[in-house]
């Protein structure tokens, strides 16, 4: 079983849908969770940065982590077609230790 | 916010020469820095922990006098691709921790892709 598991896609939704993202994993030592968006042939951007379980919003996006159940989340509202990108998790033992990635969904948000 | 700068973004190069890819953090120290490769339709990849000051550590797998790390000071880490080879071709991208920041945030390079012909 890999550390990270994250369906790769792709995922289409058409304009002001709400995405869901979702990612697990195995190692219960993570305790820094972040989601990334990675345009094509660009770097990854960080988007959310939680630390531990519960909820963090920032503006359109939500951010979960359900550490009980090994399973993080990341919510999009109001899809715009500037989202179409590939979304990556990531997670980490502490704040200096490098970070285990998901293999990224690719987003499709049709206008 | 804290900005990594990679350099080049794109590069070229013949098969059996050298190549040099640098990772600079413009307004923090980093004394720790990351490499990662990237195939596509892959997730990105740890290759090496890059310090400050010593020898890098390299994940199983990546071979160190292949991958040469050096991260002479707190602001910039290279990483050279020795004799590469088309197998090699990539997407390379670093990454460098801001001590400063919320829990040492990290913060990504814009990415070398890198094509061996």
């Known amino acids: 079983q890999k550390e990270v598991e994250q369906d790769p896609g792709p995922l289409s939704v058409p304009e002001g849908a709400i995405v869901s993202l979702n990612c697990t994993y195995s190692?219960?030592?993570?305790?820094?969770f972040m989601w990334y968006r990675q345009y094509s042939r660009k770097g990854p951007e960080l988007l959310m940065y939680t630390y531990s379980s519960g909820n963090k919003e920032d503006g359109r996006f939500t951010a979960q982590v359900d550490k009980s159940s090994k399973y993080i989340s990341l919510f999009i509202r109001d899809s715009q077609p500037s989202d179409s990108a590939t979304y990556l998790c990531?997670?980490?033992?502490?704040?200096?230790?490098?970070?285990?990635f998901g293999k990224g969904t690719r987003l499709s948000v049709i206008a | 916010g804290a900005v990594v700068s990679q350099h080049p973004s794109r590069v070229i190069c013949k098969s059996g020469t050298s190549v040099k890819i640098e990772c600079r953090s413009l307004?923090?120290?980093?004394?720790?820095m990351f490499w990662y490769r990237q195939f596509p339709k892959q997730s990105l990849m740890l290759m090496a922990t890059s310090n400050e000051g010593s020898k890098a550590t390299y994940e199983q797998g990546v071979e160190k006098d292949k991958f040469l790390i050096n991260h002479a000071s707190l602001t910039l880490s290279t990483l050279t691709v020795t004799s590469a080879h088309p197998e090699d071709s990539s997407f390379y991208i670093c990454s460098a921790e801001n001590p400063s920041s919320r829990d040492s945030e990290a913060f990504f390079g814009q990415g070398t892709r890198l094509t061996v012909v």
């Open positions: 990531a997670m980490s033992n502490s704040g200096n230790t490098p970070l285990v």
């Open positions: 190692n219960s030592a993570f305790q820094y």
């Open positions: 307004d923090f120290q980093a004394t720790t």
